[in-house]
């Protein structure tokens, strides 16, 4: 029997076309490769054992297959008392597995354990008393969960819980972390849990969502411009899954995050786009007008406009005018792009009304006069674990783990410096990362380049760290973070001496490209000055790079440019070997686009497997030089980036 379960009917929340391509094999899925990565790189796996961990009692269903586990549960629900790991609750068409179900006698408990972090009440709702759209998904899981129970127990009284990483508590035990162990059985991943280590006081929180729950089971849902009561919302989804057929809901915003949209190389592989075949249906698109820009694909649109947009039916950017995004906006400055002059000029672009990118030659000359040689370029890698390393860490402490730094001399030689990783297992990264980028930016004096302002914000981060710790050189550690980063709080402002540069900003007010789309991540942006810059091209087409002439820690005659059937220069992340057997890092990072794991997701994941997996030396290092290698190439990125604008404003 195909049963609407909680999955799927998560899914269906955001919109319920999705229940048709849900798991079919012949539609792609950017979701389905790395659904455990994105739970690694969160901690998920591990806070569901450390929930089960609270409810010693409890006793768990094991039986995959949903007909045993139904069997399983109602056999171990005969107790007036227990308490499940993983019920399988099935009424009807329906179908819940309950990551843990409390039974004492008419009072039932249905709890689902998330790893998001939660600190109050009111995190959770507007002022009217909606659902913020933030926690919607959670809390409509919740609900059906207990839709589906209350119809099973009528005489007893369900209440519906989220159990999440509490912001505000503080392990109070060594050893949490290393409690949990991964070990892969086949194709799954399994943890194993010590009980013989020490849990210290809850780091979980259970919230009650009671309340909330009764006003969405009892309240109204709307599809296809119908209001309906949300057991009919349930029983229309149920059918269609039954049926095998599209509810043929509206398209809007949410479709630009679709999980179904097919790249090329899916299209290749012989795989469909569920998002073409859903819009070609409602809106008659030909193929053709999928390689035109979409208004979702406008940089920085907000949502407002974007729903403007979309119920004109101004679907293309090429719909747009001008006066429509910001007609009386104004510039940052005379030399800067304002959020709608950038948008205006990617319209542009995208549409062949602008044939080169969009450069400010002045702009970056002026950038640029401010710069010392030699140049240093640094990106960092930082994991932030829902169950915290050691006694006296608060959950999502941040850990940065990895930083790469590549130099440009003022005569163009490019040097891979210095690159520093912690692989090993529980031990505390953070003073010796310091200690560690503090030699190494040391040995020369010149500016330090970034890409976007977070390594400031770990910088800082790893400041109020020092401080409070016992580190016997803490003061002379924080006078260095102090040259480099700058604090704009009202009680306390600081500008470094050394202040890095971020070169995201020179991106957001000096330059755009065709090849960019609407993004402005180091990702996008490196493939795209490859394309516009001649030099670079000529540069890194040659197997130079990791030679004397490019000193590199980890390549040895590289070549970093080759070209595609069209010409155009294949992106130089998707050469380097997977992290991960059989999952590329574009692929790993292309569901945390919308997450504070964004860029470093893939990196984050690999750390907790490290930390948690059990595996071999030879595992492990491969993971680790792995590691060397994508962070080695986000710095050459940015000197690539930095080769690529100097040539551009020469031309």
């Excluded at 003061?475 to 604090?487: A, N, P, Q, R, S």
Aim: aromatic fraction near 12%; glycine fraction near 4%; include cysteine.
């Amino acid at each position: 029997m195909t049963y609407l379960t909680k999955t799927r009917f998560k899914e269906a929340i955001v919109c319920p076309d999705k229940l048709f391509f849900y798991r079919k094999l012949e539609y792609a899925d950017n979701r389905m490769v790395n659904e455990f990565l994105q739970e690694l790189a969160k901690c998920g796996i591990q806070v569901g054992e450390l929930a089960k961990s609270y409810y010693p009692d409890g006793v768990e269903v094991l039986e995959m297959d949903s007909e045993l586990a139904i069997k399983r549960t109602e056999e171990l629900l005969k107790a007036d008392k227990c308490i499940l790991f993983e019920a399988a609750l099935s009424v009807d068409d329906l179908l819940s597995r309950v990551d843990i179900l409390v039974k004492d006698g008419r009072e039932i408990e249905i709890i689902e354990v998330k790893s998001k972090s939660f600190s109050r009440e009111q995190e959770l709702y507007t002022q009217s008393g909606s659902v913020i759209a933030g926690w919607r998904e959670y809390v409509y899981d919740i609900a059906f969960q207990v839709f589906v129970a209350r119809k099973i127990f009528k005489d007893c009284n369900v209440k519906g819980f989220l159990y999440l990483i509490d912001k505000n508590s503080v392990c109070t035990v060594d050893g949490l972390y290393q409690r949990f162990r991964l070990k892969k059985e086949g194709d799954r991943y399994i943890v194993q849990s010590n009980a013989e280590m020490p849990l210290g006081d809850p780091i979980l929180k259970k919230v009650d969502l009671t309340e909330v729950i009764e006003k969405i089971i009892e309240g109204r849902e709307r599809i296809n411009g119908e209001d309906i009561s949300f057991s009919d919302f349930v029983k229309v989804l149920s059918k269609a899954l039954k049926d095998n057929s599209l509810i043929n809901s509206p398209t809007g915003r949410w479709c630009k995050n679709c999980a179904y949209k097919a790249t090329v190389e899916d299209k290749l592989k012989g795989l469909k786009s569920g998002y073409e075949e859903c819009w070609k249906s409602k809106h008659d698109f030909k193929d053709s007008d999928f390689q035109l820009q979409s208004v979702f694909e406008i940089w920085n649109l907000h949502h407002t406009k974007l729903d403007q947009f979309l119920g004109e039916k101004k679907f293309f950017s090429s719909n747009i005018t001008r006066d429509e995004l910001e007609p009386r906006s104004q510039s940052k400055s005379e030399r800067k792009l304002s959020n709608a002059d950038r948008q205006w000029i990617q319209i542009q672009v995208a549409n062949d009304k602008a044939s080169s990118p969009y450069v400010n030659k002045d702009g970056l000359r002026k950038e640029f006069e401010n710069l010392k040689f030699p140049l240093h370029f640094i990106d960092f890698e930082v994991a932030m674990n829902a169950i915290p390393f050691l006694k006296g860490l608060s959950p999502y402490h941040r850990l940065a783990f990895q930083f790469s730094h590549h130099v440009l001399e003022k005569d163009g030689r490019v040097v891979h410096r210095h690159q520093w990783i912690e692989s090993r297992r529980y031990t505390y990264p953070n003073f010796s990362f310091v200690r560690e980028l503090k030699k190494d930016l040391s040995e020369s004096e010149g500016s330090v380049l970034i890409y976007s302002a977070y390594e400031n914000t770990i910088l800082l981060h790893l400041m109020d760290v020092l401080m409070e710790s016992k580190e016997k050189d803490k003061d002379e550690l924080v006078g260095f973070i102090k040259t480099l980063t700058w604090h704009e709080d009202n009680d306390e402002k600081w500008s470094g001496p050394r202040k890095m540069i971020d070169m995201r900003e020179w991106i957001l007010d000096f330059y755009l490209s065709k090849h960019m789309k609407q993004s402005n991540s180091l990702k996008a942006v490196l493939p795209a000055i490859l394309n516009d810059s001649s030099f670079l091209k000529d540069k890194y087409q040659k197997a130079d790079y990791g030679t004397e002439l490019m000193p590199s820690l980890n390549f040895k005659n590289h070549q970093w440019v080759s070209l595609e059937e069209n010409g155009l220069v294949i992106n130089p992340y998707n050469t380097l070997p997977p992290v991960f057997d059989g999952l590329d890092r574009e692929a790993i990072e292309l569901l945390f686009e919308e997450d504070d794991l964004a860029d470093g997701g893939a990196a984050m994941g690999a750390f907790n497997l490290m930390q948690f997996m059990e595996m071999s030396e030879e595992e492990r290092i491969s993971i680790v030089n792995a590691l060397y290698k994508y962070c080695e190439l986000d710095t050459l990125a940015m000197v690539m980036l930095f080769e690529g604008l100097s040539d551009l404003i020469r031309e």
